[in-house]
């Protein structure tokens, strides 16, 4: 029987770069979220090791070594313990390097259904540490959940994931290399962020978010893709919105609604002003 799981997209509500080590990697505190919009996996045993890609977004993307999919499968047979062969199915949904974790939640959900194949505790160390070996964004699309996440993307804290509200995720399919943005950086030692308060309420967290936090990264990748500020600007003027920014790397930007039919109605009124972005209303929960 083949195993599905879905690689849900990765937003960050709020990312704080708080400095640089000597590796060149980034020290980061970030509020992070899963959208119930992403890739999926399909994986089985079969007489041959295959691979294939398909799917709205699959251009992007080439199926060879380099592939994070691969990579994950790779590392866990060489780590983890051998497999048999495997048909291994990527559907790619989520645009290619968009801020929103695409190739990181393809890797985490290679390893989740690894680990269902082969009857191993996904909270195995050996696996955390193969996570982190793949991409600092994997261990946390690992676990899952909303969480605050600090050091490299590896000290994960779940937060109470009781508060759902929407998302509307916006890409202008512009690609933005990730390290050409840390490099763009101004400032790489800002303040982390203050502690959560309690969210009873979507007014509570997008005050919270607008007056307390930030992504340290949307000026830098606005330098190198400036439109982003288009769609910034674009989502700012939707009715409903409480809260628009960037996540990760970008260029994908997200708009926070009170639910997902909000973010629903807002989407259908910019898809018809931009019909060439990817637009995908969500929901989620903190
Ligand atoms: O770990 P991953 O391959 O996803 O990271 C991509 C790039 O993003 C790294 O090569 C690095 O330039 C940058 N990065 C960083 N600090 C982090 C995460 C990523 O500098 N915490």
């Known amino acids: 029987m083949p195993i599905v799981e879905e690689a849900r997209a990765k937003i960050n509500l709020a990312l704080h770069v708080t400095g640089r080590r000597a590796d060149g990697y980034h ?5 992070v979220a899963f959208a119930d919009v992403g ?5 089985a045993t079969s007489d041959t090791d295959r691979f294939t890609i398909d799917g709205p977004m699959a251009a992007g993307l080439s199926a060879d070594a380099d592939n994070l999919v ?5 590392g866990f047979r060489e780590r983890i313990g051998p497999t048999e062969p495997l048909s291994v199915r990527l559907i790619k949904r989520l645009p290619v390097a968009s801020g929103i974790g695409g190739g990181s939640a393809d890797a985490a959900a290679t390893l989740r259904g690894l680990c269902r194949l082969q009857g ?13 070996s793949l991409g600092a964004d994997v261990p946390m699309c690992l676990a899952g959940q909303p969480a605050r996440v600090t ?3 590896e000290r994960i804290e779940p937060t109470a994931g009781q508060l759902a509200f929407g998302l509307l995720l916006v890409n202008p399919r512009v690609g933005v290399s990730t390290p050409a943005v840390f490099r763009a950086l101004e400032r790489r030692d800002n303040p982390g962020l203050p502690a959560l308060p309690a969210l009873g309420t979507i007014d509570d967290l997008s005050t919270f978010l607008a007056e307390k ?3 340290d990264l949307e ?3 606005r330098a190198i893709a400036p439109v982003i500020g288009e769609v910034l600007a674009a989502l700012g003027s939707l009715p409903g919105i409480r809260l628009s920014r960037m996540s990760g790397s970008g260029a994908t930007c997200f708009g926070l609604f009170a639910d997902r039919s909000s973010a629903e109605a807002a989407g259908a009124r910019l898809e018809a002003d931009h019909p060439n972005w990817w637009v995908a209303p969500a929901s989620t929960t903190l």
Do not use: Y
């Not at 020290?27 to 509020?31: A, F, N, T």
């Not at 691969?70 to 790779?74: F, M």
């Not at 505790?121 to 540490?129: F, K, P, R, T």
């Open 27 to 31: 020290d980061l505190d970030m509020l």
């Open 39 to 43: 890739d999926s996996v399909t994986l």
């Open 70 to 74: 691969l990579r994950a499968v790779q």
């Open 120 to 132: 191993i505790d996904a909270n195995d160390h050996a696996l955390a540490s193969l996570a982190l």
């Open 151 to 153: 050091g490299v993307g």
């Open 213 to 215: 936090t930030r992504n």
């Open 219 to 221: 000026a830098p990748a």
